[in-house]
């Protein structure tokens, strides 16, 4: 955990947020000199936000050359979805077990909602109601070892996550695997909970395989 100021602070949400969003592609140098100009403060404090990027696996700094936006390998993709597998796959048999009523009953609310959605504004709601129900279930699941891990992982996730929204039918095919977990937790079968979240986990991961390394 950081202990930045608050205008460090908002540069490093900002350059983080441009990193998860790939607004910086992987492997792009990230020059001290010309980002502290940017934004207007002291190189130290950018190289210090760099160290603190480098060191939740987002940014590669090489001595003598400099730092870059670290790249996504196929190795990296395929760890972090075999974790992902088991640990959300647990976490959906926990949740189905443990989750209260009035929670499931909100996220069912929240996939209700999707007709009243314009073309222009789908594709944000998507993304905002799969964060909405991985948290959930993560909420739901009352494990905090499964939770802390899957927070610190969670960076890499949304920056993986937004890559794949290019996915041609995968906002779609999500959205209803999405609500078949959902409803597998809303009746606590707990064996198809756990079965759905890992089947939409490597389904997802065998579409960003073949997406981000296979064109």
């Not at 707990?190 to 389904?203: G, N, V």
Request: aromatic content about 6%; charged content about 35%.
């Amino acid at each position: 955990m950081n202990h930045f100021s608050k205008d460090i602070q908002l540069v490093y949400e900002d350059l983080k947020a441009k990193i998860t969003n790939d607004v910086y592609s992987s492997a792009q140098p990230l020059p001290e000199e010309p980002l502290a100009a940017q934004y207007g403060i002291k190189r130290t404090r950018i190289r210090q936000i760099l160290q603190e990027l480098e060191n939740e696996g987002l940014v590669n700094r090489i001595p003598g050359k400099g730092a870059f936006v670290e790249s996504i390998t196929s190795e990296d993709l395929q760890e972090i979805f075999e974790v992902r597998e088991a640990l959300e796959g647990m976490a959906s048999r926990l949740a189905a077990r443990r989750r209260e009523d009035d929670e499931v009953e909100r996220i069912i609310e929240l996939f209700e909602r999707r007709e009243k959605h314009s073309a222009e504004t789908e594709l944000e709601y998507y993304v905002e109601i799969g964060e909405e129900l991985h948290q959930f279930i993560l909420k739901s699941c009352n494990n905090n070892m499964i939770a802390n891990t899957m927070e610190r992982l969670r960076t890499k996730i949304m920056r993986i996550w937004k890559g794949g929204l290019s996915i041609p039918g995968r906002i779609d095919k999500a959205f209803e695997e999405h609500k078949d977990i959902l409803m597998t937790i809303k009746e606590k079968n707990e064996d198809l909970a756990e079965h759905k979240m890992r089947q939409h986990i490597s389904s997802a991961f065998k579409e960003y395989i073949k997406e981000m390394f296979l064109r």
